[in-house]
């Protein structure tokens, strides 16, 4: 079992950055992709990035285009926590975002979900 707590969700104005960070309990965090979704209100879940296990490496990362050169996906194994550092938001990131981990390495269909952090961009 995988247990995941996001913070750092919030109020930023268009333009402006945050970064988010997820906290995984359980074993084996090392050994396990994990991932960013979101979900808009009115819209459905969307995947938002993903960064495999690849040892002391970091993992090969993956995004969606809507979100590319903007937010960046990075792994501590040492603490067992994956952050998103977006910048340049719009008012079209705003939803909840939730981090995901997948033990079978499928960074878009996780297995695990965590409870969500709300962020809002303000135009």
């Known amino acids: 079992q995988v247990r995941l707590v996001e913070s750092g969700g919030g109020l930023v104005q268009e333009g402006g950055s945050l970064r988010l960070s997820c906290a995984a309990s359980g074993n084996t965090f090392g050994r396990i992709s994990m991932g960013w979704f979101r979900q808009a209100p009115g819209k459905e879940r969307e995947f938002v990035a993903g960064i495999t296990w690849n040892g002391r490496i970091g993992g090969s990362t993956d995004y969606s285009d809507s979100v590319k050169g903007r937010f960046t996906i990075l792994r501590d194994n040492g603490k067992s926590t994956v952050y998103l550092q977006m910048n340049n938001l719009t008012p079209e990131d705003t939803a909840v975002y939730y981090c995901?981990?997948?033990?079978?390495?499928?960074?878009?269909?996780?297995?695990?979900w965590g409870q969500g952090t709300q962020v809002t961009v303000s135009s």
């Open positions: 995901t981990a997948a033990r079978s390495g499928a960074t878009r269909r996780p297995e695990y």
